[in-house]
């Protein structure tokens, strides 16, 4: 291979671990690293339920503002109770979980949700231990 | 976003969409699909940038376009299947629409690149078909990078 060639084939592959470098850090995203350690807990009015995959979410209004509360995996969501069944839009809920630590978005992921009076714990092992 | 709305609620949609092991699978699926096709991409446009000059340019490239083929059809069913479940959502996402896009202008790239005499090897010297490759790259690392952040916006 010539001079430019090899120059243009080290420069590609050194911009694609770059590339990869820099997309390191978000695909931590799943978990608990994008949030903060804290617990934070918001209480609004349900406007949108979702229980599937790759993780259960629920839209609420707090104040006129939309939250994005992400659950746990579907199977965990259910086993711990929280059904289609058992919530509707409209319903009050409060949400306990970790905050995402980029205070600029409305997104939290629960360990515990109240809904009707019933605690649906999606992360047992995550909830506070008052 | 009405046939999206229909998408969703298709019983093999739904299905998946409360499956436990289905749909890790059809995700780890999806991840050997478009890692089997970006380096098949890689390779092809490195050798044509003037990598591994002393392999024969005919039988490499044909068998790393039938395997880049292969995974992007397995890639296209993968991802249709997991973007059926929250079709109307993922819809509305820019980062979704931007993969799209990029995946768009690839093929574009692609057929630019045979118009430039890449479709018979014969322009294997020339300099032409250079632009498409380095662009290929970009193109498809683009592609697995939007994708990658759909799942985190």
Redesign the interface.
Known sequence: ??H???R??RR?LF??IL?AAW?GP??A??GWD?TEDEFFEIEGRITAI?????HATLDVDVDGMTWRVELAP??ATVNAGFTEDVARVGDEVKAVGHRSLDETERRMKAVRIIVRDQTYDVYPDRVPSN | MEFLALLQQLPPVQA?????FA?PVV?ALHIVSIGTLWSSV?LM??RI???F?ELPYKPFTRLLRRVALIAFCGAVLTGFS?FA??ATEYAAMPVFLAKMALILLAAANFLLFLRLGGKDGKGEDSRKI?IPA?LS??LW?GVV?AG??I??L
């Open positions: 291979m010539d430019a060639a090899e243009l084939t590609t911009a694609c590339a997309a978000a695909l995203h799943h994008w979702y229980i599937g995959n790759p579907p199977r | 998946l969409k409360s499956s436990f749909y995700n890689l446009d490195l940038l003037g990598a000059s997991m479940i929250k250079r380095v790259i970009f690392s990078l990658r952040f799942g985190f």
